[in-house]
Each structure stands twice: as structure tokens, then as C-alpha cells.
């Protein structure tokens, strides 16, 4: 038996997840129009390769990868591009973004799909083709898969993430249960593309029928299957790599580096559609819970409206907005107009008696509950502390970039501050400081290059005037 370590802190939010882990996978009907954001995946968005009035197949690649760090988008049914154009996201800020919006035919005309002779492709063929197919981690990180694939020629653990420990969230238990064979297939293929001399798949113990379920699809195979405590946060990658390997990734560290790397049963699923069947990720397994008549799971269209989602699980007047994710990570939706993204992995509808309103902060009392709960052991009281004085640089020193947003200390705080807010702020200033930065060093350079072209140029003309006027010789050097 697998010797199971542990992580610091960690919390038991009450689950919520029996609400929808019941039924079977559901398939949403088509709606009038899809809304498929380009940008969909850490990295730049894709390029459009479609314009208004195209018709497009199911699967036709409609926006290609821009640069290493991104990966591409695909009509997820036929039909006619209406538009492409910015159309609000799902995103905390209401913010909108290119999206392609396609009516459909009702035909489900697919492009033509044959299998991927991954096996005898080279690895740099196989991660442009992983890229042009649009897989990108499904858990919630949406960080293009090629990427990850590409980063070691010999894994030691190749960890499979079934942990799914938010609460709400059941798509990943669906998913394992009914169709562990492909997650199995998928995991083979990964562990041949990496090297990798052993696999553990990590499974929180309050999924018995998904454990069950994989097991016999690993049957006789030395992927070892491993019931993990049920302890928030233990699905996040670093979390779970340290209770299946004991191996701590460090930030700034490639998971590879140290000879692991994590994948969501979920994107070893696509993964395995997109090699062995050629479909790329048009779709994604959602959980449709909260203050609706039908809670439940289902397989929608990537760009399905997320007001046509919600009609479909019945979400009724009494809601009071919208959570995409989960309650700990996910964030309050300020629009259902925007189109189901390849990160969404749950849409929580809000009651009062749900989601009752936030108690008012309070002042921080140093009691250090907030440092007990933190899985990545830091201090949050003190990073609370210095983000409030816009003390960055102290952020940094205290290692606010090793924050996952997990939430597990404001869950715990009795002062009832939100924590990561604060926490997101300051990472938010960080970024926009570097950026700036970096624009100016850019400015600079440009401004260098500049001057060095035009003093070139006056050298240039200089030699010129000077072999046309002087016979034999040339100019005496130009000052400045
Ligand atoms: S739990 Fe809240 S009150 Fe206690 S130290 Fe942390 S931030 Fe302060
Ligand atoms: S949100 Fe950040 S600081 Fe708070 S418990 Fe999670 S990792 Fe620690």
C-alpha cells in the first residue's frame, strides 16, 4: 500500500456535493447561439480564423494559437459565425473580450476526425498538435497542456488529480465514474509521452464510486489508485503532490524539475479525445448546483450561454447571483450573458440561505488561526497587513506569490476578513508595477536603438559626402 504524507493546515468546509453527484451526466440542448471567448487558457488569446457570414463545422478550428503560451479554439457545433466581436467573459470584473458567436444548424456536421499516430510522432509534433486541439487543464488552472508535456524526458510520479475537494464541485466525480476507461486510456498515453515510471491518482475518500470505478478500469496495471483524506485544500497540485510523493514544489520551481507533474482526470480525458479520436475541446463536463430544481451535472458545448445552463438546471427568482466555481475559488458572476469557458467547472446559484450575507470585518486580532489553516504555511495576518499599507516589496519578502487564493484562512478568520482580497489586490499592484516597469525598459531601448540607427546613418552619409567629394580620401570625422 502507497504511504499517504500530509500538507500543513487545511480546513472541512461543509461539502455540498451529494446535492449533484447523484444522477448521471446529462446533455444540455442546443442553444440559439453560442458565445466561445478566444481566450480561454493562461497565455495569450487565440487568433481568429473566422470572419461574419463563415460557416463553420463542429471541431473546425476557429481561432489558432498565438505564441508558445496559448492554445487554440474550436467551433463547438456547425452552423454560421454571426460575429466576432467583445462580448462580456465570465469574469469578476463584467469585462469583455473577442468572442466568436455562432448560430447553429442543428446538424452537428463535424470536420473530418481521424486518430493521432502519437506513438511514432515526434514529442515537439505531438505538443503543436495537443496546442492546435485546444487542450488545456481542465481543473481549474486552464494552463495549456502541451506545455506541461513538454517538460521532461523522464518523469519519477506522474500524478492524476481526482481529488475534487471544493465544495459543490461533482463534475470530476462524475466524470471518473462513468467514463474512468477513457481517463485510463488518457493516463497511458501521458505516462508514455512523459517517461514516467510510476502513476498515482489521488481521490478524495468521500468519492467510494469513483475510487471504485478507477480501480477496475486500472485493473491489473500498477497505477495505483489512492483514497486521500477528504481536507480542503488537497486537490490543489501542490497539495496533492505532497500527500501522494511527500515532494514540496517550491514557487517559481518546474513541477517537472523534481520529477513529478500533475494532470486533472479531466484533461487526461480530452487529452485521450483529441489523440485517439482527433476531437478537439469543444466541450466540458459542468456542475449546476445551488438554489436550482434540477442540480446535476452536465456535458455542454464550450460557449453555451450560462443563463441557458442555469434555465436548464432551473434556477429560479429567488436566486440571488451566481457563483463560477466553486464557493472557495470561484468568484460572483456579474453577468450569465457570457459563454461557458474551458475553466468552468461549476455554476453555484445563490440563495440568502445558502450564501448568507458576510458578516462586516473586523479588526485582525493576531490570533494566528489564519497561519494554522494555510496550506502553503505562510502568514496571512502579516501579508493582510502589509497589502493594506501598500507595503508590496514586503508582500514579496513574505512570499505572497506562494498564496494559492485556496481561501482557508478568511474560511477560519474570526474577524471575518477577506483575506484574499487583499491578497489579489496586492499581487493585482505587482503586476501592473512590472508591467509598467517593463514598458519603460522597452521605451528605453527603443529610444537606444533610435539614437544608435541615427548616429549610424549621419556616419553613413558622412562617408558617402566624403567619397564623393574628396578624391582618394574620406571626411574627417563628424562631431556628435
Ligand atoms: S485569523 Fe484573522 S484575526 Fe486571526 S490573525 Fe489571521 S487575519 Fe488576524
Ligand atoms: S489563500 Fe493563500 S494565504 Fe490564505 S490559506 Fe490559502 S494559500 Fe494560505
Redesign the pocket.
Known sequence: MSHLYSFHGGIHPPEHKAESNGARIATVPLPPQLVVPLSQHIGNGAKPLVAPGDLVRKGQMIGSADGRVSAAVHAPTSGRVLTVAPRVIAHPSGLSEPCVVIEPDGEERWVERSPFDWRNADGSVVMDYLRDMGVVGLGGAVFPSHLKLGGARALDTLVINGAECEPYITCDDRLMRERADEIVTGIRIVRTLMNAQRVKVGIEDNKPEAIEAMQLACGGSDIEVIAVPTLYPSGGAKQLTRLLTGREVPAGVRATDLGVQCFNVGTVQALYRALEHGEPLISRIVTLTGAVAQPGNVEALLGTPLSHLMAFAGAGPEVAGYVYGGPMMGFVLPSLDAGLSKSGNCIIARSPELFPTAPPE??????????EACPAQLQ??DL?WFARARQFGRTQERHLFDCIECGA?AY????N?R?VDYFRYAKSEIWAAEKSRDAATVARRRHEARQARQDREKRERAERLADHYLPGGRAPAQPG
Open positions: 473586523m479588526p485582525c486580532i493576531r490570533c494566528g488561526t489564519c497561519a496571512p495576518m493582510y484562512c477560519v478568520c474570526p474577524s476578513i483575506l
